[in-house]
């Protein structure tokens, strides 16, 4: 990742690439930059569309680890 996902980044929409090869716009509504190890550094998220869209449970938030994320750009507040 060529940008570090910060709590900057809380409360706006990305379009973000995952290792796997999905691609989503989410609602960023938490930023974890724990520094004690990297498995509690992550984002949790609304998932506004997705590539792989049967993953995802509407009304639900989601976690991922910053690891997991591969590119990211910002789309809007």
Do not use: N
Not at 21 to 39: R, T, W, Y
Not at 45 to 66: C, H, M, N, Q
């Amino acid at each position: 990742m060529t940008q570090q996902l910060t709590r900057d980044y809380q409360d706006k929409k990305l379009h973000i690439t995952f290792e796997d090869g999905e691609v989503a716009d989410v609602k960023v509504l938490a930023v974890s930059e724990c520094d004690q190890h990297e498995d509690c550094r992550g984002i949790v998220y609304d998932v506004i569309s997705s590539s792989r869209p049967e993953r995802f449970k509407k009304d639900s938030a989601y976690w991922t680890e910053l690891k997991y994320i591969t590119a990211f750009e910002v789309i809007g507040d």
